[in-house]
């Protein structure tokens, strides 16, 4: 009788079947691989009942029962595609089809055109219709198949709306809606961002949000989840709107963000066309953000790919042979003193690149100098970072939590996978607390929403921490009345970390370029002293953690140990049979900016920082620099689609990356390259055949590195002993406002870069949502000033002159202006206040 | 609607999901319509999207999404005037007020509606403007017709 607990017999098309209890008819016909059509129901989503497909004919019911949500029952006898049910079921369909009016479907060549890619038009071109981006790839289609359909018998009644397009990465034709309401269970269910719902009623109803607005002006992240289960083609990806039916699915690691979602790239031939999320992944389970979602195809398969070598003659790019810039770059090494060799390598490299990147300085060149651009991103407070990373709660820990606390994060446009994950946290009654002085996307869900004023984070937090140690509250700094948080928000938020069980900090991008970045960091750790809180920063970076274990930073060798310990070094050189050079050297990757000249830059995915700051450089990434910019040799790499390796994400998992199609034309894995020039320049130690000898070799060194080949992907936090010594420590000043400047100013830099180039460089629809170049201002303050959206203004102070477009927006905060820099540009003090007058040319 | 007004109208619910629908009659009947703002500010009281809350409002026809003018004239769209014309004075307003239906004239003098039947068939087509009913209206009458509320 224990087997009549938890399953029901029943029986489905005259066979018996024994399926578990409180499934769906409709699961359990899909279990046992019965066909029933459906065009609302959703695995990922609850049964809606809206389409009629699914109607099935069960012995003892009147009617005819909906599959998708009647749940089997014992004894059940019941019947999938009887004559009667195949006629309802078509009627449906054709009641569909009199507003879904579709040439795809009724077409009278509609077979000869699938093997012939004929044309109806009297012109002898095989090109076929393409009627619609969807074919092939439809749902509808397939059920239209299904039933036999041919021709459309009710009357047409097509809805001519207009087809939206004013949005970035998918379009919207609202014609092709069948209303099966995937689309806004998807938006409400799973990624709670809530931006669609059904509107008005009747025959009238549409989706979509408020007041005709523009999903950009509806809170939408872009995340692309409502594109992946229309069962139409209404919503369609505009990058592949035309590349029809993908051949083959390859998973990987997204390369955008610390997150590191595991993703399905779409291939056809040899082109990655986009990128699907994993379902039921331990990381995103079935999410991507909009980088990982739309941003994939275009960045890597952009014209504009550096595909062969190229060497510079007095500003002239001339494109030569690989032979040639081997040599070329073997030559100018060899003559490079170990100081005056500088390497900066991405943190969007793979470990196995980065690896051999740091052996390359250390035992080619003899050198430590071998940085990543993280340091500048994470400035004054890059140490500390790395000391909070060390103490790295998981995504399981946050699932677990019954309060969080958000630091500067806003989910919308970059790790929105971990905003669907504090979604769900709060719909299950987890509180959470936000600490952002500017308006962004968690307030919704926030409990309490703490909003200092800038440049008063610091203090707040360290209030906070007093507040939160029990007992001696009263011996707390006194907060400035201008602080913006009230004594009571306070309190109120200390009140609920203190009578937390878990807590865990989650640490964003928000405040990490401000001077005092350092500050706020180690406030941040001490509040993680009391243990029943966590904290877990996020790095922008994907493979930020990697950088550290594999020892790209003259202050650590792999395995993250210091590189001023003797014992390290020596127990290093033995297992590369070599002499590792003291760590005398004090260069850094930021002392570029300040104008230090070296001999050779060789910049591993990087773009260079400023012209000329060493006599020969060598650039080795996925597109040219600027033509601005001065490059001596250019060297094509291959990008993550294109390479076998691993990255290590935020919370430690090591993940794979896999190779989907090949290298375009001359391109090769950055680890091939650094390997080509040091066996020329005679080196031992490079002769490596494949990813798995570099990996073998990291797993001798690296022990966290082991199981490579088949990543448990368990998180952990950092296990490093060294410390990031060289960056430079804040600076705390706080900005006053006066008559002369009345504004506070913060900046922030790109965030969404690959390997040094910003998304919005080559993504179409990332220009719109990663404006650059532009400075946003409170309406009130906008008035005031007699300024609007668009205009160009000069904002200045004693230390800065910047050239902007304005953005109005109501939630900068009155009196602050915000400035999201173009890459390379900085604002000086960070924050601190400046004047701004209008451009009137 | 001033932000005392809103929250002296909130301070009546606790903030849950089933208080939608009265807030959005309470609000209604204060302002004679659902602004932008109103949206946004129950959305920060309810802690429920703009988008679900337009989402509710626009299921039902009572409520209105823009500024009433100060004369409301409603064209009936029902069977019978529908049959008779109705369509007709519906244009003829749009085209003189350069408006769509749902939207308010220019000037502030008017606004227009469709509504089903008003349960005078026999009067069809039917133009109700504030609270008079004019029955058996013509296009060509119309412009005489709203004389009287300039
Ligand atoms: S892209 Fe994502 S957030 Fe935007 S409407 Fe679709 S599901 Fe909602
Ligand atoms: S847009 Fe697509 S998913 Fe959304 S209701 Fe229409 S057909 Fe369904
Ligand atoms: S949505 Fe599907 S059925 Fe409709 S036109 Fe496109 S391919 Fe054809
Ligand atoms: S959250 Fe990060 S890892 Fe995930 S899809 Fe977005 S950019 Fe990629
Ligand atoms: S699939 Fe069951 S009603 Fe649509
Ligand atoms: S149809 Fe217009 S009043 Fe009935």
Known sequence: MSKGKSSVSIIIDNKPFQVPKGITILEAAEQNDIYIPTLCAHKELTPFGGCRMCIVEVEGFRNFPTACTTPVSEGMIIRTHTAQIQAMRSDILQLLMSEHTSSCLVCAENEECKRYSGTIRKSGITTGCRYCSNDDQCEMQEVAEYLGAKEIVYPISYRNVRVEKEDPFYDRDYNLCILCGRCVRMCQEIRTANVLAFKHSGRKTVVGPAFGRTHMDSGCEFCGACVSVCPTGTLSEKARKWEGKPDREVVTTCSFCGVGCQMRLLVKGDHVIGSLPVIGDMVNDGQLCVRGRFCVNEMVNNYQRLVRPFKTYTDIRVEILWDEAITTAAEQLKNCPPDQFGMVASPNCSNESLYVAQKFARQAMNSHNIDTTARSYYGSGFNEFLSLMKKSVSLDDVRKADTIVCIGLDTRFGRSVIGVELRKAAARGTRIVTFNSRDHNLTLIAEKWLQPTIGHEAEVLEKLVALTKSGKAAAAPKLPADAGVSADDLACAAELLKASKSCVVMIGSDFLQYENSDHILTTIEQLAKNPAIGVMPLPAQNNLNGTFMMGAYPELLPNGCASSSKASRDKLGTAWKAKLPSAKGQWCESMLQQGSKLKVLYLVGETPHGDKVADFTIFQNIYPPDKAI???????????????????????????????????ADTMPDWKILCLIAQEMGIKGFDYKSVKDIQKEIASIVPAFKGYDKPSRAPGPIKCDGTLTLSAPGVENMPKRSKKYPFLLTGSVVAHSYRGFPLSLYVNGAKTIFPEGVIEINDEDARKAKIKSGDDVIVESGTLKGHWRVSVIARQPRGTVHVRLRLGETVSHNPHAVSMRKNDV | MKETDYDKIFSRFKGVESDIIPMLLRIQEKEGYISEEAVMRMSRFLRISENQIYGVASFYSRYRFNKPGRNSIKVCMGTACHVHGGKF????????????????????????????????????????????????TLVTGLKEMLRKYE
């Open chain 1, 630 to 664: 001065h490059a001596d040799l250019m060297l094509p790499a291959a990008a993550f689609t294109e390479e076998d390796g691993t990255f290590i994400n935020g919370e430690g998992r090591l993940q794979k990356i896999r190779k989907a199609v090949e290298p375009p």
């Open chain 2, 89 to 136: 004075s519906c244009e003829a307003f749009e085209w003189q007020f350069g408006v769509k239906i749902g939207e308010r004239s220019d000037d502030g003098k008017f606004d227009l509606q469709q509504v089903n039947c008003m349960g005078c068939c026999t009067l069809a087509p039917v133009v109700q403007i504030n609270e008079d009913i004019y029955g058996h």
